[in-house]
T-cell receptor
Framework: DTAVSQTPKYLVTQMGNDKSIKCEQN?????MYWYKQDSKKFLKIMFS???????INETVPNRFSPKSPDKAHLNLHINSLELGDSAVYFC???????????FGDGTRLSIL | QKEVEQNSGPLSVPEGAIASLNCTYS??????FFWYRQYSGKSPELIMF????GDKEDGRFTAQLNKASQYVSLLIRDSQPSDSATYLC???????????FGKGTLLTVNP
């Protein structure tokens, strides 16, 4: 199936731990994104890569580090997890920057 | 700060009626406009996109854009209970093409 796929779907971990979320798209898109959706359901851009180059880097704690090994993959590593990091993280991709974005199923991160 | 404003609702309509969802945006340089539907616990799903002033129709959905008024709307005709969801307006503009989302409008279609 052609899609944006994220792993894991659920992540439950202790405060202070380090975790990674992986994203892959097989749509042939050039641009990939990470969004955070908080408990109030507000969806906010965190990072965007265009063909492996970082093009959007919002005001996000530097504990969050994206990595794009190739244009089909965009991973998110989070160091020293805090309670406020609990949210749903969505990966998305688009053919070009201004084109419609297609979202993965999300990763629900819960910090204990 | 570029903003996208939506009425949070809930907007409640009877089955078969027209649901009208509205959105305003602050950045006059915005160039592309999107409507996403998000069911509870699911990911946003693209419903419509529009780039030019006027109306764009796709099945039961019509997107309307008025750049002079900085206003974009979504009409859902013959609303069905399965249309009950949160509708997110998103606006793309500026030099980095950042997509800014509104906080969403919760639509409930009553059988």
């Amino acid at each position: 199936d052609t899609a944006v796929s994220q792993t894991p779907k659920y992540l439950v971990t202790q405060m202070g731990n380090d975790k990674s979320i992986k994203c892959e798209q097989n749509l042939g898109h050039d641009t990939m994104y990470w969004y955070k959706q908080d408990s109030k359901k507000f969806l906010k851009i965190m990072f965007s890569y265009n063909n492996k180059e970082l093009i959007i880097n919002e005001t996000v704690p530097n504990r969050f580090s994206p990595k794009s090994p190739d244009k089909a993959h965009l991973n998110l590593h989070i160091n020293s997890l805090e309670l406020g990091d609990s949210a749903v993280y969505f990966c998305a991709s688009s053919l070009l920057r201004a084109q419609p974005q297609h979202f993965g199923d999300g990763t629900r991160l819960s910090i204990l | 700060q570029k903003e996208v404003e939506q009425n949070s609702g809930p907007l409640s309509v009877p089955e078969g009626a027209i649901a009208s969802l509205n959105c305003t945006y602050s950045d006059r340089g915005s160039q592309s406009f999107f409507w996403y539907r998000q069911y509870s616990g699911k990911s946003p799903e693209l419903i419509m996109f529009i780039y030019s002033n006027g109306d764009k129709e796709d099945g039961r959905f019509t997107a309307q854009l008025n750049k002079a008024s900085q206003y974009v709307s979504l009409l859902i005709r013959d609303s069905q209970p399965s249309d009950s969801a949160t509708y997110l307006c998103a606006v793309n503009g500026g030099s980095n093409y950042k997509l800014t989302f509104g906080k969403g409008t919760l639509l409930t279609v009553n059988p």
